[in-house]
Every structure is written in C-alpha cells, then in structure tokens.
C-alpha cells in the first residue's frame, strides 16, 4: 500500500473555522477539506477525486493579528474602499461599512500530512507538486507553503504501541481515553439549493507524545511515522 507523504513548512496560517466572524479563530491544524481543496488546485481539477488524508504537525505559537475589514451593505454597489500602500484612504459611503476584527494566526508551523488514493492520481499529485510554477496556500490565499518534502512511501503494519511524534487529528475510532480535543472537520459537501451542506468526520485532536493503543487499526510509512486516515 502506497501514500504520498508531504513535509511542508508555513511561516504564518489561519485555517478559519467556520461561523468564526467578528473573531477569526484558526484549528490547530489544517482541516481535511482545506488539504484536499490545495490537492484538487494543483491538480487542476474540477471534480472530487477519491481520496484519503492523514493530517498531523506542530507549530511554535500562536498570534492575534488585528485588522479592519469592509463589508457592502448591498448586493449591488459601485462603490468600494480602496487601500494604496497600507494607508487608508477615507470614504462617506453609504454602502460600506467597517468592522475590527481578531484573526488569531499560528507562527511557525510544520506539517506532516499522507494521501491515499489511486496510484495514477499520487503519481499525479507528486509530478504536479514538484512541478508547479504557482505558490501553493493552504488556509487563506495568504498562506503560502512551502515543500520541503514530496514523495510517494510504502506504508506497512504498525505492530507495536505508537506515542505521536506531531500534533495530530486521530479518528475516534482508534481513541481509547479522554486525552483529545473534539472536532467535527468538514470533509465533502453536496449543493441543496444553492448552499453547500458539508459531511464531518468527527476526529480527537491529540498532541504529541500520546499513546494510541489501536495501534493495530494504524499504518507506518517508510520513516517510521504514523499514518492516521479517518
């Protein structure tokens, strides 16, 4: 069994969680949909591939950045704020409207993140990653990534107790004690009326040095890491 193994670095990320609005409060590590939204730009495609995601990472601190954000009024509108060189220019109009807002932002991150999918589409996934010519983000558009690892690993049985070496997101099903943060992760969506209602799976964010008991539900790559699928 194959999966495609990424070490990637970012100096600064906030992986907004949703309905978070007058304060943008980031997870700790990027969620499923956000990794494979990445996945599916670099590959250029436009409908989902079949695939499965192991995220797991560390980061140094975290920040709060504090910034002034426009919102129209209106649908419709031909007026809108403008900012040259980070000077803001003031304007009277009754269409927009300002708020502060918070962003809370990670410093320092390093992931470690497993695909699974067909052979063809990890062969794909690593021809394009160590191939492309435009900056790859993950969180906002800002987010930029950098890769200092690409490529496709065997991953083999885990026969003994694994302690996480990376913060990680752990599918419930393999979490014996209560020593993790809950979290629902969007995953797929389907479109009702014109909104997008998303799967979750629901996972256990654990940190780094705890022990997983259902070692025998986990595979290992060929650095000995962990490899976590929900």
């Known amino acids: ?7 990637l670095y970012q100096q600064t990320a906030c992986y907004k969680k949703p309905f978070a609005f007058k304060v943008s409060e980031t997870y700790p590590l990027p969620p499923y949909s956000t990794v494979k939204g990445m996945l599916h730009a ?3 495609a436009n409908s989902l591939i079949p695939m499965k995601i192991s995220v797991q990472g560390k980061y140094d601190s975290l920040v709060t950045d504090y910034q002034t954000h426009y919102f129209f009024k209106n649908d419709h509108t031909k007026e809108f704020a403008l900012i040259f060189d980070g000077l803001g220019f003031e304007f009277n109009l009754a269409d927009v409207t300002t708020m502060p807002i ?17 052979d063809e589409v990890l062969m794909d996934l690593e021809r394009n990653i160590k191939t492309n010519t435009i900056h790859l983000s993950l969180g906002r558009w800002e987010d930029l990534v950098r890769i200092d690892r690409c490529e496709i690993v065997e991953l083999r049985d885990c026969e003994d107790e694994p302690v996480l070496k990376y913060n990680a997101y752990v ?4 979490i014996t004690d209560e020593t993790y943060y809950p979290y629902k992760l969007n995953w797929t969506y389907r479109m009702i009326q014109g909104v997008r209602v998303w799967n979750k799976i629901n996972v256990g964010y654990m940190l780094a ?3 997983i008991e259902q070692y025998d539900l986990l595979s290992l790559d060929s650095y000995g890491d962990l490899v976590l699928f929900p």
């Open 42 to 44: 670099v590959m250029g």
């Open 1 to 7: 069994m194959k999966a495609l193994r990424l070490e």
């Open 209 to 211: 040095g705890e022990a």
């Open 102 to 118: 918070y962003v809370h932002m990670l410093y320092d991150i390093e992931l470690l993140i497993h695909i699974q999918a067909e």
């Open 171 to 174: 599918p419930m099903k393999i």
